[in-house]
């Protein structure tokens, strides 16, 4: 199904690239939510971000201020004149933020992962016009995020966004959550949650150059008035005058720059992959020849020597050709996977 989505505009808001949602994590005081408000409107920050209903892993931790917050965010707008956003997870949280006149509701990354909490806000949305911005599912899964907007736009919005806050992973390198940039790459209006991504706040600049080199349209950015004492996400949170600073240092390439060049260098990335599927379907086919030989000879398939033999030997050659030795042997894991599959089909007829 392709959704029916319409640019995120608000009144008085330029439409330029990048679009910007600062705040802090969690709203935590009134006078935190205002000095920082204050401090990004200074800067001509006009979209407010802070999280009211906070979700943690465990029972104990700060949950956010609740109900109340939502007054300093309304007064946020009073005095500012900037937009304010927060984050839903019930249809309580949705009939209460639309009451105080919040401007746009973001979808934090576990309520997108439960398709029982998305319909239940997009019910309690139905016949809205409200900018509702998704966050990705923490496990990396892109139909489950499209569908999340799916269920939102079902309700009648056209005004959606998608959040890439990065995807929860055992395998933590540098990053909180991997970025895995290939799986949003389809989705429009997507904005980038570098915060989320990097988990500290070192990794925010370069996180959003990555954004910017890879089209984005907008970035949401904790910010926080005081970010060592934040109440929760203290290492990613950037004060005002540092996020001010970050941004004045990105570049923004236009998408169309150069796109004879990227038209030409991509025509030769088909050909290269013509010819790579051209390469497999051969190897393929000598592939079952190999399993007529083994079935004629009564041997097993898999013959474990020889497929360990093939991974080391790719790997090795792989790494000598400027690749990573890993990302080679996954790829050839997947080869001889279809391999054996074909040669399975030779034995069973
Ligand atoms: C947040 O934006 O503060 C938040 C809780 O994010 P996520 O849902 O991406 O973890
Ligand atoms: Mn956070």
């Not at 994590?25 to 800067?43: F, R």
């Not at 895995?180 to 370069?206: N, V």
């Not at 004045?248 to 390439?253: A, S, T």
């Not at 020849?289 to 790719?314: A, D, F, P, S, W």
Request: one cysteine or more; glycine letters at 8%; hydrophobic letters at 35%.
């Amino acid at each position: 199904m392709e959704l029916e989505l319409e640019p995120i505009t608000l009144p008085g808001v330029e439409e330029k690239r990048p679009q910007i949602i600062a705040g802090p994590c969690s709203a935590e005081t009134e006078e935190q939510v205002m000095t920082t408000a204050k401090q990004l409107a200074d800067k001509g920050i006009k979209i407010f971000r802070a999280g009211i209903w906070k979700p943690r892993t465990k029972p104990g931790g700060f949950e956010g201020v609740g109900i109340d917050g939502l007054s300093w965010l309304k007064k946020v707008k009073k005095e500012t004149g900037m937009y304010v956003a927060t984050e839903v997870a019930t249809a309580k949280h949705v009939y209460e933020c639309l009451k105080a006149g919040i401007d746009v509701l973001w979808i934090g990354a576990r309520t997108t992962a439960n398709p029982f909490a998305v319909q239940e806000i997009a019910d309690a949305l139905k016949g809205v016009d409200i900018p509702v911005l998704v966050k990705n599912p923490v496990n990396p899964d892109l139909e489950l995020w499209i569908g999340a907007m799916e269920r939102i736009n079902n309700s009648g919005l056209k005004r959606l966004g998608a959040i890439h806050r990065g995807f929860s992973s055992y395998d933590k390198k540098i990053y909180r959550n991997l970025p895995q940039w290939h799986i949003p790459i389809e989705l429009r209006r997507r904005i980038c949650d570098p915060s989320h991504i990097g988990g500290k706040r070192e990794l925010i600049a370069p996180l959003c150059q990555q954004a910017m080199d890879l089209g984005f349209n907008g970035l949401i950015v904790e910010t926080h008035c005081n970010p060592d004492c934040a109440w929760s996400d203290a290492p990613q949170q950037v004060t005002p005058d540092v996020l001010d600073y970050i941004l004045n240092l990105l570049v923004i390439r236009k998408e169309t720059q150069s796109t004879e060049n990227l038209n030409e260098l991509r025509k030769q990335i088909d050909e290269c992959d013509n010819n790579l599927i051209q390469e497999l379907a051969k190897r393929m086919r000598i592939a079952r020849e190999i399993g007529t030989y083994k079935k004629e000879h009564n041997m097993t398939i898999l013959q474990t020597g020889r497929y360990n033999e093939i991974l080391e030997k790719r790997g090795s050659q792989g790494a000598l050709c400027g690749m990573d030795a890993k990302f080679i042997k996954t790829v050839f894991e997947a080869i001889h996977e279809e391999s054996v599959r074909q040669q399975m089909e030779i034995i069973n007829k």
